[in-house]
């Protein structure tokens, strides 16, 4: 009997880990889209260079959807440039989220609850203005 609760239990587990994907900042926004980014973090006010931006792309694609937390964020902010349309990030130093503006959001909308993204590890403090 004991075997038997242990099975359905590891099933259970497994089911719920397949069809609990985790999404990401990419199933929600258009990334490939990204013309520019303003970043204003602890190096002043910049815009990316060609270098930077792919690294960006790269690193925000991989983002975690966080749907059910609310956090307090400020120090740095990043405005990212789509079809001439400006749209706002921000986070904090060695933040642990990011915020980003609903507006972003094209893909799987009925998904999409809250603003709120794991970073991850990502430390936007890290860009500096290229000289």
Do not use: W
């Amino acid at each position: 009997m004991k075997s038997k609760l242990l099975l359905l239990f590891f099933i259970i587990q497994l089911f719920a880990y397949k069809s609990g994907k985790e999404m990401t900042f990419a199933d929600f926004v258009e990334v490939g889209k990204i013309e520019k980014v303003m970043m204003s973090n602890n190096s002043g006010k910049f815009i990316l260079s060609p270098e930077q931006l792919t690294e960006f792309k790269k690193q925000i694609s991989s983002m975690t959807y966080e749907p059910n937390i609310t956090v307090k964020l400020g120090a740095i902010h990043m405005t990212l440039i789509m079809d001439n349309k400006e749209y706002d990030m921000a986070t904090a130093t060695h933040g642990d989220f990011v915020e980003i503006d609903y507006s972003l959001v094209t893909k799987n909308k009925s998904e999409f609850k809250n603003v709120f993204f794991k970073t991850n590890g990502i430390n936007f403090d890290n860009y500096k203005k290229s000289e």
